[in-house]
């Protein structure tokens, strides 16, 4: 838990960045649509969430798994949330480059529902 909210904290400056540039779709249906026109670039996926996030059609969308829905929802402002999605591919990549030096590691593209 506590390395789950280091990397949080560590990726908190790209997802604020994300959010000023109106790059993140908050939440399921957000995500849906976000995937469906091809602008997802990061998928990021509370450990507890459903089923049915995880079956989303993301093609080579890459997907981490991390915190739980209250620590991210808490980032968000929200009570829980379950999936965001970053539709700028320079701040995802960053993003990703954050991720890996915590030692996580991104379901590789085309898993999960591709």
């Given amino acids: 838990m506590a390395g789950e909210t280091a990397l949080l904290g560590a990726l908190a400056p790209y997802l604020h960045q994300a959010r000023r540039a109106g790059a993140l779709a908050l939440g399921y249906r957000a995500v849906k649509q976000a995937?469906?026109?091809?602008?997802?670039?990061?998928?990021?996926?509370?450990?507890?969430?459903?089923?049915?996030?995880?079956?989303?059609?993301?093609?080579?969308?890459?997907?981490?798994?991390?915190?739980?829905?209250?620590a991210l929802g808490a980032w968000a402002?929200?009570?829980?949330?379950?999936?965001?999605?970053?539709?700028?591919?320079?701040?995802?990549?960053g993003m990703l480059a954050r991720i890996a030096a915590h030692g996580e590691a991104a379901a590789p593209a085309g898993r999960a529902g591709a």
């Fill in 35 to 70: 995937l469906a026109a091809g602008r997802c670039a990061l998928l990021l996926l509370a450990r507890d969430a459903g089923a049915s996030l995880r079956r989303l059609p993301r093609g080579t969308t890459p997907l981490v798994e991390l915190a739980d829905r209250r």
């Fill in 77 to 93: 402002g929200r009570s829980e949330l379950a999936i965001l999605g970053v539709t700028d591919p320079g701040l995802a990549a």
